[in-house]
C-alpha cells in the first residue's frame, strides 16, 4: 500500500521507502548550564520505491486477429497496486475458507426426542421392574428415538472484513501473473456458430487455455460520484455503464459466451453483472465487485479482457494509486530546489576549509510511466 508520511527527526523509519527532502544543521544550545546538541530539524517524505506500473505483454485470443506488421511485443501497463502485490498466503487461505463456508447450505437436520412421531407416555414404571430406567419411546437411547446434540439447520458463512478480501484478490492476481498465466487480450469477439464450439476447443488447446477463467467488462467506465467513503473504499463503488455500452458488450461477447459455455473447465464472468453483497452492512457496502481470491486460485489461468482490466483497477483501487503517484512526484518536484548546470557548478569556488559547498542531487522523474528514482539530500 501507498505509505504517505510525515515524520521529524529522531524517529525510527521502517523501510528503505524513506526519503530526506529537507534538512537543517544540527544547533547548539545551554542546557542546565552544559551545551548540548539538538538533532537537526528534518522531513521525510516516504514514498514507495517500486514503480506504480508494471507491463505485461498483450496476447490475442485470435492469432488471426495480431497484427503483422508489428515486430515488437505490445505491452500493457497494469498497476503494481493491484497486479505486483507480494502474495499474502494467509490471506488468501482466509478467503478460501471464507468463499467455502458461503457455499455451504447448511440444510442438515435431524429430529429430537420432542419431534419425533412418539407419544410422552412412560414405556415402564420408574422403580419396581428392576430394570433401567426409561421414559418414553422417543428417548435417544432406543431405536427410532431422537438424536441427541444432532444436526440442526444454520448458516456456515463467516465474515471476513473487506481490506483482507481485497488483499486476498490482489495476491491471487499478482501471483498469477508472476507464474506467466495471466493473459490480456484485446478483446473476446469471436466467430458465430455452429462451428464455433469446436474451433475455440482446439484454439484452447493450442494455447493451453483450455483450464481458464475468461473475465470481460465493458470498457470506459463513467466514474461515480465520489465522496469520502467512496474514496476510502474503491469496492463499495458501483462504476456506471451507459445502455449503450452495455448493448454493445453483450453484442460483441454473445458468440464467445456461446461457444465457452459447452466446454466443462472454461468459465466466462462478466464482471459488470456480479451481484452486490448478500446481507449489506456497514462496514462492507459491496465485497470486492463478488470476484473472490477462490475464483481466481481454482483456475491455473486467467484470461481478460481490457474492460475487465480496468474495471479491476477501479474497484481494487489501482487507478487511485496512480493518481496520488502523479500528485505525490508533482510535490516531490516542487519542493526540490533548482538543479545547477554542470558549468555553473564547476565555477562556483571551494569554501575556506577546503570542500566545495553542498549541493542536492536532483530527482529524475518520468511522469508517463511514473518512475521514481531516489531524491536524497545532503
Known sequence: MLRRTVQSAGAWLRGPSARSLHSSPASTQVVNGEDATVAPQVEFFAVERTSPVVHTRLSYLDPSKKPKNSQNAQLVP?????????????AMHLATVYYLDALRSGTASTKTRSEVAFS?????????????????????????????HGPRPRDFATDLPRKVRELALRSALSARLREGRLHIVPSLAWIPPPTSTNR????????????????????DPTQPAQGHR????PSSRDLIYTEEQLANHKHYLRNFAMAARNLPQVELLQLQQLPPHIRPRADHAKKPGELHAYQV?????????????????????GSAVQELYAEELQQLISTQPP???????????????????PSTTGVATDAATFSIADALSS
Open 297 to 317: 486460485l481454482q483456475y491455473p489461468r486467467i484470461i481478460m479482457d481490457l474492460g475487465a482490466l480496468e474495471w479491476l483497477e477501479e474497484k481494487l483501487g
Open 230 to 233: 467512496a474514496e476510502s473504499r
Open 120 to 148: 410422552g407416555r412412560r414405556i415402564r414404571p420408574q422403580k419396581g421392574t428392576g430394570r433401567a430406567r426409561l421414559s418414553d419411546a422417543g428417548n435417544p437411547m432406543l431405536r427410532k428415538g431422537g438424536v441427541a
Open 78 to 90: 497494469l498497476s503494481s497496486h493491484v497486479f505486483q502485490a507480494p502474495p499474502h498466503q494467509h
Open 339 to 357: 538543479r545547477k548546470d554542470k558549468s555553473e557548478s564547476e565555477s562556483t569556488p571551494p569554501s575556506s576549509d577546503g570542500n566545495s559547498s
Open 200 to 219: 475455440l476447443a482446439r484454439l484452447l488447446n493450442q494455447k493451453a487455455w483450455n483450464h481458464a477463467l475468461f473475465l470481460s467488462a465493458p470498457r
